[in-house]
């Protein structure tokens, strides 16, 4: 059912990462993985505005100096071809030509790049603030984000919601290899290195989604490591966190039920843990690979940013995930259809 959807999504994607090559190399903006282009430089936080003004100083310099010299050549090649009938051929510098040379070659670059290491200082002297009003930790996976808010107590993945413009640190951290965290339109790019834990401060001056990515090559699934950030009004945010806070929905209809029999016995509660279902039966301690799915149903996409979270893609996935995602640790399911229907059942009532 869902065997050309994750082509044309691949297709999409593809076609998406050779026009954000041109539009890098234009220097304009910056492509995010799906869904429309993500442009750098249309800053939505205090760390991206510091960013996008650098990016400026440095664009404009760049093109003045660009300008300055192709000016000068043609002057010069003007000049020589008025000046060919009289030319004898080379001649010694005279004390204009060094004093060209000096203004040119020495002051010049000195006073461009003084220029740029003060903007710079004064960027990176206004990344590095204080402490946030909110901590989250977030730890990179082949090919998901998880997100744990520690002190209330949430675990999410790939969506990371937070309250319009109060600063949150995002403490980054990998599970396997090196990561990168990027959301263009908050903050640079910052690593999540293995045994190592790196900070960043980011804040949305309003609400809206901003897609993230991966900014760090990790492996086969590298471009499909997509991420959300959702920047809330503090009422919105607040009762998402009493929402996330609860543990799972019991579901009260039967094919739901029959479908929480199924997550258990197909073998889904080895790596995925939902809060508030007692799974005491199996043992399923030694092993957390995959996202926790206790609020799965109220997360927009699936395997992390690629597709709509509906109940046809989830099908797909569920029965077979390598195809959509090749290289994705989760495998495919043998599940029968009753049971399918069952267990789609069951995970919608994860709100
Ligand atoms: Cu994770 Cu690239």
Known sequence: MTKTRPLAWHYRINRQRVSTGL??????????????????????????????????????????????????VLAIVLKRRSQADTDTGLQRPDGRDTRWIMIGGIVMPLIVLAVVFGFTMRSMAGLSSDEGELTIEVIGRRWWWEVNYRDLGITTANQIHIPVGVPVDIVLQSGDVIHSFWVPQLHGKMDAIPGRVNRLQIQADEAGEYRGECGEFCGIQHTHMGFVVVAQSAEAFDSWV??????????????????QEVFASAGCVYCHTIRGVDFSSIDASAVDLGPDLTHFASR???????????????????????????????????LSGDDLQALLAYLETLH
């Not at 009493?242 to 479908?259: I, W």
């Not at 395997?303 to 495998?331: D, T, Y």
């Open 23 to 72: 539009l890098m190399i234009a220097g304009l903006l910056i492509a995010g993985c799906s869904g429309t282009p993500v442009n750098m430089l249309d800053a939505r936080g205090p760390a991206a505005a510091s960013i996008a003004e650098l990016w400026w100083v440095m664009f404009i310099l760049g093109a003045a100096v660009f300008l300055l010299v192709v000016g000068i």
């Open 242 to 259: 009493a929402s996330e806070q609860q543990p799972a929905a019991q579901p009260d209809d039967l094919l739901a039920v029959r479908g």
């Open 300 to 334: 927009l996409t699936l395997g992390a940013g690629i597709l709509p979270n509906n109940r046809g893609n989830l099908s797909g996935w569920i029965a077979n995930p390598q195809h959509i995602k090749p290289g994705v640790l989760m495998p495919a399911s043998a």
